[in-house]
């Protein structure tokens, strides 16, 4: 069976840090991966979206980056942390577009 | 603007009580899924629903999606403490992409 792991759980950072989140899947391959956020309480927002190795989609212009260096493994990144990156992130996977999407536990992140 | 506005945003209710939430829109769309997602967790499907005034069960939840395809309701009998969670609406937007795109969720608390 697929599952798929996010880690850190909970992260307190100070502005202008740099960020790493990572997101791994097992139990499949190619699939399309996602990354999300969420402001407290209320529905996700699509940030980035991979296709393949090495293949980003950026949804909404921001402070993060991502990156896919290996077939199964999504990484969220921001060079310099602002306030306004507080959230809970969010990984997802599907085998293709338009298909179910399998999210992740998330990381809560708080940019202090 | 939202694409998905879902009501009510809260609803604190007692063990054995029902309700009904709405996830509204002025769009029209070929399926729409429910979520649930406990605190600290990710969403996990509940449902699709794809043709015009169907009905899906699940346990005590039922599930419609409008006549129109612009709506959708969620209805659970006799609410028990593990229905507590978020309740989030989702609709694929194609954007050159099939991009899913949440509501903004209605927040449920049963209290024993």
């Known amino acids: 069976s697929q599952t798929i792991h996010q880690w850190p759980a909970t992260l307190v950072q100070p502005v202008g840090s740099p960020l790493s989140l990572e997101c791994t899947v097992e139990?499949?391959?190619?699939?399309?991966l996602y990354w999300y956020r969420q402001a407290a309480g209320r529905g996700l927002q699509l940030l980035f979206y991979?296709?393949?190795?090495?293949?980003i989609s950026s949804e909404v212009p921001q402070n993060l980056s991502a990156s896919r260096p290996q077939d199964r493994q999504f990484i969220l990144s921001s060079k310099k942390l602002l306030l306004s990156d507080s959230g809970f992130y969010l990984c997802a996977w599907s085998v293709a577009e338009g298909y179910e999407q399998y999210f992740g536990p998330g990381t809560r992140l708080t940019v202090t | 603007t939202q694409l998905l506005e879902q009501s009510p945003q809260f609803l604190s209710i007692q063990e054995g009580e029902n309700l009904t939430v709405y996830c509204n829109s002025s769009?029209?769309?070929?399926?729409l899924q429910w979520y649930r997602q406990e605190p600290g967790e990710g969403p996990v499907l509940l449902v699709t629903v794809v043709t015009g005034g169907e009905v899906k069960k699940l346990k005590r939840l039922t599930f419609q999606f409008g006549d129109a395809r612009k709506d959708s309701s969620l209805h659970i009998t006799a609410a028990q403490p593990g229905d507590t969670g978020l309740y989030l609406c989702?609709?694929?937007?194609?954007?050159?992409?099939?991009?899913?795109?949440f509501g903004t969720g209605t927040r449920l608390l049963v209290s024993p």
């Open positions: 989702a609709v694929f937007m194609n954007t050159g992409f099939q991009k899913l795109v």
């Open positions: 991979s296709v393949g190795i090495g293949q």
């Open positions: 769009s029209v769309f070929s399926s």
């Open positions: 139990g499949t391959s190619n699939p399309n």
